[in-house]
């Protein structure tokens, strides 16, 4: 097991496929988009399962799936179906936009077996206010995401929504994105901007106004302690509402305390935390001969520098800008 000096068992890996994404949120790329890694630069899926399955005996049992938007990436549902064949690998979980789900799931009628949960990005249901958060001119967009929620849930896929609230941007859209819980058995979540890279221009809306926000529309908010996600949301029961809501509070209430992750970005470097600049890079002794036992003992000796708690905010005592983005580092 995977423990850091904190004592915290780190069991939970998210890997970046690729930084690629064919969305430009506001906060997380500038409209011109960024410089994308070069494909040499990139780990082969083949390379990631290596990885994996020396994590996997290190104790990481829980997997979810990034980018960038993943699906961009060439073979991605072969990749997910062999991820979850890996020995201790026991959940393995997708985030995506939405945008090329429709395709994903055309592909997965393949005798392709599906995640066991996919997370769907999501800022806006109101076409106009979606174009102007993601700089994509698509405005049916969001009708069609929603199309593909009722087809995941056909399947027997477990489905959250993701939305971050940014001022002056979509914080006309927390109800309507919360009410997708009400008629649905998904979990809508909201979590608070975190200010890495471009998001460090805008100004989040805290989860307790988000909260604020639903009670006075839909009553009062029942704590629920039946979801063992892979991360750190709280959720919560609303009367009525076949779905729940949760909140992932990163900035204004930090549960660094219980955080059992570690981040392996599309070029190969293993990070501990968000905010850290902190790094094991991989890849580079994937490509020059490091045995598998080697590579295990420097991923664990890495682990246990992990940081006791994140810089994004004064909760911890400490507020840093971080020029690095969400695409870069599979946030």
């Known amino acids: 097991m995977l423990i850091d000096s904190f004592g915290r068992k780190l069991n939970y890996l998210r890997i970046s496929v690729t930084d690629r994404c064919n969305l430009r949120c506001v ?59 890996v020995n201790g690998i026991e959940n393995v979980t997708l985030t995506t936009n939405g945008l090329l789900l429709r395709r994903y799931l055309d592909e997965v009628e393949k005798n392709i077996s599906l995640p066991d949960g996919i997370n769907i990005s999501i800022d806006a249901l109101d076409a106009q206010r979606y174009m102007r958060i993601t700089r994509c001119e698509a405005a049916h967009t969001p009708d069609m995401i929603l199309s593909l929620i009722r087809q995941l849930l056909n399947e027997k896929i477990n489905v959250k929504i993701n939305c971050v609230p940014v001022c002056s941007f979509n914080e006309e859209e927390i109800i309507p994105i919360a009410a997708l819980a ?101 890849r580079e002794m994937a490509r020059n001969g490091q045995s598998d036992s080697g590579i295990a003992q420097r991923i664990a000796e890495f682990a246990a520098c992990k940081p006791r708690f994140h810089s994004l905010s004064s909760v911890y005592g400490r507020k840093e800008k971080h020029s690095e983005g969400m695409s870069a580092i599979g946030g």
């Not at 009525?240 to 305390?257: L, M, P, R, V």
């Open 27 to 85: 906060y997380c790329m500038p409209s011109n988009g960024v410089e994308w890694k070069p494909h040499r630069d990139i780990l082969t899926f083949e390379e990631i399962l290596r990885i994996t399955e020396i994590m996997a005996g290190l104790g990481i049992s829980r997997i979810k799936v990034t980018g960038g938007e993943p699906l961009l990436r060439k073979g991605c549902a072969s990749f997910l179906e062999k991820l979850k064949a």
């Open 182 to 282: 009400k008629d649905k058995n998904i979990i809508v979540r909201f979590i608070e901007l975190m200010p890495l890279g471009s998001a460090s221009e805008f100004q989040s809306v805290p989860g307790a106004e988000v909260a604020e926000k639903i009670e006075k529309t839909f009553g009062k908010l029942v704590p629920f302690n039946g979801i063992s996600g892979n991360g750190p949301a709280l959720y919560y029961s609303l009367q009525d509402f076949a779905g729940k809501i949760g909140f992932i509070n990163a900035i204004t209430h930090g549960f660094c305390e219980t955080c059992n992750r570690l981040r392996l970005t599309s070029d190969g470097l293993l990070k501990l935390c968000l905010s850290d600049d902190m790094s094991l890079d991989i």
